[in-house]
């Protein structure tokens, strides 16, 4: 456990500045967090963590671009859309990405579903969702 929280405080350091409230925020933010979701830092597994970080920030900067070019264009269909997650211990993880990524929105979780809100219902990508909870499934593996 000593190890994930240094890890994670490490990966935390080089996300901000080195400033003693960024430091302080760190250290407080990760003891919330290991206290309220010991269940999810328990299974972490950090190597497929160090895989799923990239992918997710290579998603959301395209889906920015995405959304960037449809405002300007005015090409927007907006609607809801509703995803079935297979795992259930990734659902509240998945629906947190899923409203981290431009464009979208997680609106309601019922059951194993997931409402989406997205800007474009003919570019929701299904595919690209369950790709991000089979990476988000080996995190917590």
Not at 102 to 111: A, E, I, N
Request: zero cysteines.
């Amino acid at each position: 456990m000593i190890v994930r929280f240094l890890t994670l405080f490490i990966l935390w350091l080089f996300l901000t500045s080195l400033e003693p409230k960024s430091i302080i925020m760190g250290i407080v933010a990760l003891f919330l967090t290991f206290s309220l979701s010991g269940f999810y830092i328990r299974r972490l597994n950090l190597v497929n963590l160090a895989i799923f970080i990239p992918v997710f920030v290579k998603e959301a900067l395209i889906a920015g671009l995405d959304v960037f070019v449809r405002i300007i264009t005015g090409k927007v269909d907006p609607g809801f859309v509703k995803y079935r997650v297979r795992n259930k211990f990734a659902l509240k993880p998945l629906a947190v990405f899923i409203t981290l990524t431009p464009g979208t929105m997680s609106v309601k979780l019922q059951g194993q579903e997931i409402l989406i809100h997205t800007i474009n219902l003919k570019g929701i990508n299904k595919k690209s969702i369950r790709k991000m909870e089979i990476l988000f499934q080996r995190v917590l593996s």
